[in-house]
């Protein structure tokens, strides 16, 4: 079974950076893409940011130009580049795999942004 795991998330202060990282294992099947969601209290889950299978990235309008999936993944691993982090970037940060007929997902990992 394809398992996601997560690591990086952690407090820090508005202006300041995070590397978060999320490692696949398992026999992955027809995939697709694979990125970061986030989720703040009382809202939706949204989409942050996705590298596809043919190495495109995909950002929200929210977080372009300052978060950045690198190109330096290693087979199933998707990192994440968080720079001038805001106080609205507070959320859960879960780890996203799309495959042909699956979604799996990370357990998620805490990121605070202090004023």
């Known amino acids: 079974q394809v398992q996601l795991v997560e690591s990086g998330g952690g407090l820090v202060q508005a202006g300041e950076s995070l590397r978060l990282s999320c490692v696949a294992s398992?026999?992955?099947?027809?995939?697709?893409?694979m990125g970061w969601y986030r989720q703040a209290p009382g809202k939706q889950r949204e989409l942050v940011a996705i590298?596809?299978?043919?190495?495109?990235?995909q950002y929200a309008d929210s977080v372009k130009g300052r978060f950045t999936i690198p190109g330096d993944n290693a087979k199933n691993t998707v990192h994440l580049e968080m720079n001038s982090l805001r106080p609205e970037d507070t959320a859960v940060y879960y780890c996203?795999?799309?495959?042909?007929?699956?979604?799996?997902w990370g357990q998620g990992t805490q990121v605070i942004v202090s004023s």
């Open positions: 398992g026999t992955i099947f027809g995939y697709r893409y």
């Open positions: 996203h795999l799309r495959t042909r007929l699956n979604n799996y």
């Open positions: 590298i596809t299978s043919d190495g495109s990235t």
